[in-house]
């Protein structure tokens, strides 16, 4: 690829080694701090940028500078596609954009969903954490500020391949 967006990005984990794959490197995270962290340890100046912005604003990221990168890649790791609402509007948008697409799901096995839990439980408090089996997968609750779900792949393979042109 030309270029790499990684969509949640945080302080730039991934950045070294995506940016070895491509001649441009981007990072998003809607995370100012973790932004903060990511540019202060940024290495290959000119290859790697890193913008605290969410991916509703990726064509303007991806806009007239950048144009000359024919083959564009975004990257949801981390299960993070599970953390949008409207993943149809978010699908529709990446797949206008002409950039291929690339999600890491989590599995729904009870084993992943303990450790979620777990992990979501340490952010946000044992007690208002809530946990459902849905038909997508197992979403994840905390009040009414966050949602996260993990999909079932048979769910998200059906709903990605029937509005874009991803498989």
């Not at 083959?71 to 529709?92: A, Q």
């Not at 291929?100 to 408090?125: E, H, I, P, Q, W």
């Not at 009414?144 to 029937?162: D, G, P």
Request: charged content about 20%.
């Amino acid at each position: 690829y030309d270029c790499i967006v990684e969509v949640g990005c945080h302080s730039g984990h991934n950045a070294e080694w995506l940016a070895e794959l491509c001649e441009h490197y981007v990072g998003i995270d809607i995370n100012r701090v973790a932004i903060e962290r990511a540019l202060g340890a940024r290495g290959q100046p000119g290859r790697v940028d890193f913008f605290c912005e969410s991916v509703e604003n990726l064509q303007q990221l991806l806009g007239s500078e950048r144009k000359h990168f024919k083959r564009k890649l975004v990257l949801f790791p981390f299960n993070l596609f599970g953390n949008f609402t409207n993943n149809e509007e978010l699908i529709g948008l990446l797949d206008m954009s002409g950039v291929d697409l690339a999600m890491s799901n989590f599995n729904v096995l009870a084993a992943t969903t303990v450790g979620r839990y777990k992990y979501y439980s340490n952010c946000f408090g044992l007690e208002r954490v809530r946990v459902y089996d849905a038909e997508q997968g197992v979403l994840f609750k905390v009040g009414n500020h966050f949602r996260s779900i993990a999909y079932r792949t048979t769910y998200l393979t059906k709903l990605v391949s029937e509005i874009s042109r991803y498989h």
